[in-house]
């Protein structure tokens, strides 16, 4: 049988700001990326969510990002690879806390926004955000995008990976994402969940430029902040178990 976690960015708000649909979202996914304050969440919010995660069964992962509360993470700063190190560690030790308080641990590491693009493109950052994760868990699941230096360079240490594909965003030809829609926008959410069962059971992808690519994935990710997300996510999970694909926790797949 083919196999498959979902994956959903959670704990996104803090103080008087609210995002996402994080309770709803937690009833069809396996994996939580949880923000850790950085570029979105505090710590009420990140005690609450592992709160959900637990209620509901769902993997916990530390979503990292840059410093970055304006931007919300998607602006590329100029930081040097022992920052980043750095802020992976510290956001990865706050979370941790609230896992341990509540007896559940931490399973994955997904980083966030911009980070995550630039680790996937450049070796020093992927290096630091893999160190700093060996260095606290060396059992840590992280997941990256098809074909990235990320990738490679979790191989050679020896880091568990998920590849991980997208259900709201578009793909390129070699299994990156497009953060700003360039193909024409997806509306209907059935169409969507077969996009999905294709990536899994076939394991291909219609790429925003319409070629028709290669794609490998052990979690899908479904952002939580895409308008109609739980819709989304409940057609998803129906078109997966329609289609014989198990919905796991990634490190039950890994």
Known sequence: MFKVDLNCDMGESFGLYEQGNDEEMMQYITSANIACGFHAGDPHVMRRTVELAKKYEVGIGVHPGFPDLLGFGRRDLACTPSEVKDYVTYQMGALREFTRAMDVKLQHCKPHGALFMKAMEDKQIARAILEAIHDVDSDMIVFSLNNSVFMEEA?????????EAYSDREHTENGSIVLTRKGSPITDDNQMAERVVR???????IAYDGKDVSIEAETICIHGDTPGAPQLAKAIVQALNKNDVEILPIQQII
């Not at 191989?155 to 590849?163: E, L, V, Y």
């Open 155 to 163: 191989k050679k240490m020896g880091i568990p990976i998920a590849k």
């Open 199 to 205: 990536m899994i059971k076939e394991k291909k992808v």
